[in-house]
């Protein structure tokens, strides 16, 4: 079975146009699917209007957070719900196209653990989104771990085995797209062409921009570390010359400056220090598991249960070793690490 994961937040005029589309996808898939719809706290009628999807259609789930945690927090409550084989992260504003799920199940049929959607080119988003892109994917996390990160969101193909591995992280701020890059997995790279969206508008600003890249480098590479490793020795190294020099003479008028000097590195000192305790607390937050609270799922209103994204649920999923085997492969997809290049446009 194939699990779809749909964030959502203030998203309820553009499910009404998604839907149809989506379902419509769905009857090329060749495939038994689920659609769990997350509600990450929005504030007008999106839990509503995924009631009325979930009554209107036994395959679609709702599960609806009691307030709003971000839509990395909001992907996590749905790895974590899904039982497919397979599970595909969509977006909900049809800037994913779900006409390519398709191909990333053709992909992953051919043997492919991640099958990932990447951004061939990203005409309407504006200025400083695509800046900010190209800092985080090319230059800020080939500094942090020495390897370029593809021009992907959150758009993709994950087999069971790749959600159970992601969800034993503990990361307060998970970051999907850089996490699964980590892993030694099988993965197949899909370029599309990246439309604009259904209905509505954006709700990534630059603020939480700036905070997605910050929590990607601080939790998962050694960038901050090294940071911090830098800055004290620096400033000890500094200081001892200094405070060597001083004490022999060499630096001139060092008899009336040498308790100033030695106070100013102090000073300099115990601001680093403080930096340094700084970062490592923040660390150490970035790697403490937070529980996200479940308000209301379809069919069970009104029971707050909490979900910690790093345990798994009880239930079991099975995952059978000929499902693979019985879908026909598809001529298009590489095995391995390779590209797949897709422009669909409405329908393949």
Known sequence: MLSVVIPCYNEAETLAVSWPRLHQ????????CEFIFVDDGSQDGTWQVIRELAAGDERVRGVRLASNQGQQWAIGVGLSEASGEAVVVLDADLQDPPELISDLLAAWRNGADMVIAVRRQRPQEAWWKR???????????????????????????LDRKVVRWLLRW????????????????????????????????????????????????FGLTDLPRQLVCWLFGSGLGIAGCVALAASCGWLDGAS????????????????????????????????????ACVSERTGSPGRLTPVTLHLRSRRRHSHPPDRREKSKPSPTAMPGRGMIDRNPACGG
């Open 131 to 157: 800046l900010g892109a190209r800092l985080l994917y090319g230059g800020l996390w080939r500094l942090g771990t020495g390897r370029r990160l593809p021009d992907a969101g959150d758009f993709v193909l």
């Open 256 to 291: 009336a400056l040498t308790g100033i000097t030695l106070m100013a590195l102090l000073l300099v000192n115990g601001q680093l220090a403080m930096w340094t305790v700084t970062l490592l607390r923040m660390l150490r937050q970035l790697e403490m598991p937070l529980e």
């Open 170 to 217: 503990q990361m307060r701020r998970p970051f999907w797209r850089g996490m699964r890059e980590c892993g030694a997995f099988r993965r197949v790279y899909i370029a599309y062409d990246r439309p604009t969206r259904a209905a509505g508008k954006s709700h990534y600003s630059l603020r939480r921009l700036w905070r997605l890249t910050w929590d990607g480098l």
């Open 25 to 32: 996808a769905s009857l090329e898939w060749d495939e038994p």
